[in-house]
């Protein structure tokens, strides 16, 4: 079965730019989480989304979008690009209920110019 | 304020030896923990979870411990192999709406095992 899917791999952008990232879930699974990792922290949460509503943001500004689609995939959107937002973005999918564990993809390194 | 607590930034274990991580929490209300391994370039990659209505969760070579009372968790490994050199998180989560969606990170620890 495939794992948790994120494209692209890596992107490079300029300041002020838009980026959109996507993810495919392990099939089955609802329950979608964006995460941000940046050099020598742990993931931080950005926003979850299970059956195409949002269920959860973490401190990030307005500027950080999300939707999830009606077959359970999920784009990330970042509008006018800092250089502070360059990280490596993770997916996370898993069931929806308590005590499931959150499975994540490969992540997208985005590298702001 | 940091929720979810690594203090050591870098382990050394010689192979076939007993490796501990820790991990500290603030937040009482976390109720599931869980312990990520993550390799350069890959995402990370789930090892072992503990319910905060157990003390001890065993799996193969991984046992988490949790003490909650010193809000306070383990994760030991035995015997460690070279291929267990990772960076090594733990994470929290407070079961909100009953899904794991939104987990609290530490900032890891890595662990190198010696040949």
């Known amino acids: 079965d495939a794992g948790v899917t994120q494209s692209p791999t890596h992107l490079i952008k300029t300041r002020g730019q838009h980026v959109t990232l996507r993810c495919s879930p392990i099939s089955g699974h609802k329950s979608v989480s964006w995460y941000q990792q940046v050099l020598g922290q742990g993931p931080q949460f950005i926003f979850q989304y299970y059956e195409k509503e949002e269920r959860g943001r973490g401190n990030f500004p307005d500027r950080f979008s999300a939707r999830q689609f009606p077959n359970y995939s999920s784009e990330l959107n970042v509008n006018a690009l800092l250089l502070g937002d360059s990280a490596l973005y993770l997916c996370?999918?898993?069931?929806?209920?308590?005590?499931?564990?959150?499975?994540f993809g490969q992540g997208t390194r985005l590298t702001v110019v | 304020d940091q929720q979810v607590k690594q203090n050591s930034p870098s382990l050394s274990v010689q192979e076939g030896r007993i490796s501990i991580l820790n991990c500290d929490y603030t937040n009482s209300m976390f109720d599931y923990f869980l312990w990520y391994k993550k390799y350069p370039a890959e995402g990370p990659t789930f090892l072992i979870s503990?319910?905060?209505?157990?003390d001890k969760n065993e799996d193969g070579r991984f046992t988490v411990f949790l003490n909650k009372s010193a809000k306070h968790l383990s994760l030991h490994i035995v015997p460690s192999q070279p291929g267990d050199s990772a960076v090594y998180f733990c994470a929290a989560s407070a079961g909100y709406g009953g899904s794991q969606g939104n987990l609290i990170f530490g900032k890891g620890t890595k662990l190198s095992v010696k040949p």
């Open positions: 996370a999918s898993s069931f929806v209920g308590e005590n499931t564990e959150a499975f």
């Open positions: 503990i319910s905060s209505i157990k």
